[in-house]
């Protein structure tokens, strides 16, 4: 992939608007998400993901020369919704909804995508930006460390700490789903004696 994007990168920088689009195909999903995760907000994750767009459209060549231009390009989207938040601009507390692209037919699963974007907006950003990088885009915690600058340890900490919210997220909405089903067969039986 990153050698796709290192060749896009360069027809970009000899001003191919097509290598942009391609880019934007290959690219926008990703960021808009990340950026997402981030702000928890999607108007603001669509500004991101425009800007930086914009970004790699104007600086296509320098990004071209960086080895591992895939990665930049997610810590030119995170740089830029730091910026936004401590900036204070269209951050709101609303529920993170991861966007896979994926059309959703199952009653099932719709749930389980309710309930995991849930449980992920419950998480402090920082923790949530080292899940989905992880967990969605496939970045080891070493790359992850050092895209957001912090200590391999620090990230370690985070990813660990994420998880077992998670998990406890979970195990307690398994409790509650379990609790609600005995309390409606437990209905049926005496709906089922009065007759």
Known sequence: MDG?????LCGLAEG????LAELYDM???RIFNYARTITKNKETAEDITH???LQINKQAARIAEISDPAAYIMVIARNHAYNLIKRGNKINNSTV????????????????????EDAFSELP???SETVYLHLICGYSLKDISKMQDTPLVTV??????ALSRLREYFTQ?????????????KKGENCNESY
Not at 156 to 161: F, M
């Open 4 to 8: 796709n994007i290192h060749a896009l």
């Open 16 to 19: 191919d608007m097509n290598a």
């Open 27 to 29: 690219l926008s999903l």
């Open 51 to 53: 800007d930086v767009f």
């Open 97 to 116: 909804l991861l966007d896979d692209g994926l059309e959703i037919s199952d009653e099932s699963t719709q749930y389980d995508n309710i309930l995991f």
């Open 125 to 127: 950003a920082n923790q």
């Open 156 to 161: 370690k900490w985070r990813y660990g700490k």
């Open 173 to 185: 909405d398994m409790r509650e789903n379990r609790d609600k089903n005995e309390n409606n067969d």
